[in-house]
């Protein structure tokens, strides 16, 4: 089994609202990943978490908090975005942080800020 | 610092037609190569990788052979359907806690 979930599906949010985004995996994989995704462009890496700690974060602004409760969950916290936010942000985990190992995504978020 | 270009899309084809689509590479060091595919509305699949030169990754009747020395990783398949149409990207990671970095995309549609 490959999957990793993520919930909700879609999202809709005022730009003064505070909502989560879940990922979850079963695969025993000890990294996960949060990318964002614009139209027609590939996917931009935004976090990365390794043994439950935060292994890199690409200059993410500080209204994106991740989280990693624990092993098999990843969650992205947000407050106060702004429409440019609006994007498919996806999750992905691998079984480690090395080259070689595959990550594999979810189906995504997708978000829209009003 | 690493890139990947692939051929720009969108490529259009009919049925049962022979698809290539271009993908090369720059890279400091000897990274894993790797063909995702994303199908309209969702999150991207793995479609096959190559972590060694000479490496043909295979699925689906998709393949692609990682050439060290043309630093290229091209996709083919001998008959597509219909069921194929999506967005292609070619990807590359380098050894160690290394970001993945993504070629554009290439958007393939099939026609019957």
């Known amino acids: 089994d490959t999957e990793v979930t993520q919930t909700p599906k879609h999202l809709v949010m005022g730009m003064t609202n505070k909502k989560s985004l879940k990922c979850e995996q079963h695969?025993?994989?000890?990294?996960m990943y949060w990318y964002k995704q614009k139209a027609k462009k590939p996917p931009e890496l935004m976090f990365v978490?390794?043994?439950?700690?935060?292994?890199i974060n690409e200059s993410v602004p500080s209204r994106f908090s991740p989280e990693c409760p624990n092993s098999s969950l990843l969650n992205l916290h947000l407050h106060a975005l702004q429409p440019e936010d609006s994007a498919l942000y996806l999750c992905?985990?691998?079984?480690?942080?090395?080259?070689?190992?595959?990550?594999?995504f979810g189906p995504g978020t997708r978000l829209t800020v009003l | 610092g690493d890139s990947v270009t692939q051929m720009e899309g969108p490529v259009t084809l009919s049925e049962e037609a022979f698809l290539t689509i271009n993908c090369t590479y720059t890279?400091?060091?000897?990274?894993?190569l790797f063909w995702y595919v994303q199908y309209p509305g969702e999150g991207l699949q793995l479609l096959l990788k190559?972590?060694?030169?000479?490496d043909k990754g295979s699925n689906k009747g998709f393949e692609a052979t990682y050439r060290k020395e043309t630093t290229s990783f091209h996709l083919e398949k001998g008959s597509v359907q219909v069921s194929d149409s999506a967005v292609y990207f070619c990807?590359?990671?380098?050894?160690?806690?290394?970001?993945?970095?993504f070629g554009k995309g290439t958007r393939l549609s099939v026609i019957a």
């Open positions: 992905a985990s691998s079984l480690g942080l090395a080259g070689t190992d595959t990550q594999y």
């Open positions: 695969m025993g994989h000890r990294a």
């Open positions: 978490y390794s043994y439950e700690k935060l292994s």
């Open positions: 890279a400091t060091g000897y990274p894993s």
């Open positions: 190559a972590t060694k030169a000479d």
């Open positions: 990807a590359l990671r380098e050894l160690g806690n290394t970001p993945l970095v």
